[in-house]
């Protein structure tokens, strides 16, 4: 996960919501000094079984329109949250 965020292989990253505080530190850090803008997802055991793996704490986001499309529901669902 690292590697590609610092060869700016994502154009996002998805946070588990239950994420270590190691976990975040490190790459909520990173992808910051990158701009690499980050999700808040849904639990590491969510977003595991979503990608057909174990829980998983942090995911990359290969796909700029895929990307695009996640971080305007995030900005669509927040609007509908206030």
Same mark, same amino acid.
């Given at each position: ?6 060869r ?10 239950? +994420? ?7 790459? =909520? &850090?990173?992808? #910051?000094? @990158?701009?690499?803008?980050?999700i808040?997802?849904?639990?590491a055991?969510?977003?595991? +079984?979503r990608l ?5 704490? =942090? &995911?990359?986001? #290969?796909? @700029? ?18």
């Open positions: 996960m690292r590697s590609g965020l610092q700016d292989d994502f154009w996002c990253v998805v946070l588990a919501g239950d +994420a270590s505080p190691r976990a975040v530190e490190k790459i =909520v &850090a990173l992808a #910051r000094g @990158r701009e690499v803008p980050i808040t997802g849904p639990s055991d969510e977003i595991g +079984a057909g793996k174990p829980p998983v704490m =942090v &995911a990359g986001v #290969r796909s @700029r329109d895929l990307a695009d499309g996640m971080l305007r529901l995030e900005v669509k669902d927040g609007e509908n949250k206030s």
